[in-house]
């Protein structure tokens, strides 16, 4: 599994899961509980072989990915 973003926006991680989901990519959002108070970021995973394209898909659609 790699990281695909880090946030402390509540918006993001739902969004950006449904987009992959859309392209059938699998997503996993982690940290959503301890973010409650949005000090620790949330973080969304996918796994190795779909990291490059999960990348292009968030950045298409406007999200900042990291890397």
Known sequence: MK?????????????AT????????EAFAVDVHMSALA??????LVRDENLFMAKAILRDNGVQVDG
């Open 18 to 25: 449904a987009l992959l989901a859309a392209e059938g990519i």
């Open 3 to 15: 990281e695909l973003l880090r946030t402390t926006d509540p918006t993001v991680i739902p969004f």
């Open 39 to 44: 000090i620790v970021p949330q973080r969304l």
